[in-house]
T-cell receptor, first 114, second 111 residues
Framework: SQTIHQWPATLVQPVGSPLSLECTVEGTSNPNLYWYRQAAGRGLQLLFYSVGIGQISSEVPQNLSASRPQDRQFILSSKKLLLSDSGFYLC?????????????FGPGTRLTVL | GENVEQHPSTLSVQEGDSAVIKCTYSDSASNYFPWYKQELGKRPQLIIDIRSNVGEKKDQRIAVTLNKTAKHFSLHITETQPEDSAVYFCAASDSFQKLVFGTGTRLLVSP
């Protein structure tokens, strides 16, 4: 069966520090991968998605970037965090090649920028 | 691009009552409409979904209806229980399997 992992689970970082969040999927090949951010008490904002290794589409221009160095690995990064980057970061995956597939979410990383 | 609106933002019901959450979407090409339940501090979990070739789908106490002409879909929960209390999100898939989410409905079921 498929499993999605995210780490770390929680993170407290000072403003201006770098960020690296990692997501990995097990049990499937060539998944579509997504990064979402959820501010406290708010909805889900799609940040990036990827349909293959090295293929990244950005949905919202900001100080974040994403990379997909391996088929089942998706990384979210920042060179300098802002206070507004605080939130709950969720990685998700779907099977590729067929529209309308369920998105499976990882357990999330709760980021607090101080 | 797709835009999804969700109402109400909060909904309080008594245990045993029914709850209805409504969403509208803008892109007539959207063809997949899932509903997610998110408990506090947890990841969203899919509870039911519907595709554009189906008008209604039911799974025990929950059901979803889709009106393609009017571009709206609704979640119906019958015989609500306190454990149904959570935030519910609707979503629509526009292309490349991207989901556009509604802003969420906080459902509170009182015993």
């Amino acid at each position: 069966s498929q499993t999605i992992h995210q780490w770390p689970a929680t993170l407290v970082q000072p403003v201006g520090s770098p960020l690296s969040l990692e997501c990995t999927v097990e049990g499937t090949s060539n998944p579509n991968l997504y990064w979402y951010r959820q501010a406290a008490g708010r909805g889900l904002q799609l940040l990036f998605y990827s349909v293959g290794i090295g293929q990244i589409s950005s949905e919202v221009p900001q100080n974040l970037s994403a990379s997909r160095p391996q088929d089942r690995q998706f990384i979210l990064s920042s060179k300098k965090l802002l206070l507004s980057d605080s939130g709950f970061y969720l990685c998700a995956w779907t099977l590729s090649g067929r529209a309308g597939n369920e998105q499976f979410f990882g357990p999330g990383t709760r980021l607090t920028v101080l | 691009g797709e835009n999804v609106e969700q109402h109400p933002s909060t909904l309080s019901v008594q245990e045993g009552d029914s709850a209805v959450i409504k969403c509208t979407y803008s892109d007539s090409a959207s063809n997949y409409f899932p509903w997610y339940k998110q408990e506090l501090g947890k990841r969203p979990q899919l509870i039911i979904d519907i595709r554009s070739n189906v008008g209604e789908k039911k799974d025990q106490r929950i059901a979803v209806t889709l009106n393609k002409t009017a571009k709206h879909f609704s979640l119906h929960i019958t015989e609500t229980q306190p454990e149904d209390s959570a935030v519910y999100f609707c979503a629509a898939s526009d292309s490349f399997q991207k989901l556009v989410f509604g802003t969420g409905t906080r459902l509170l079921v009182s015993p």
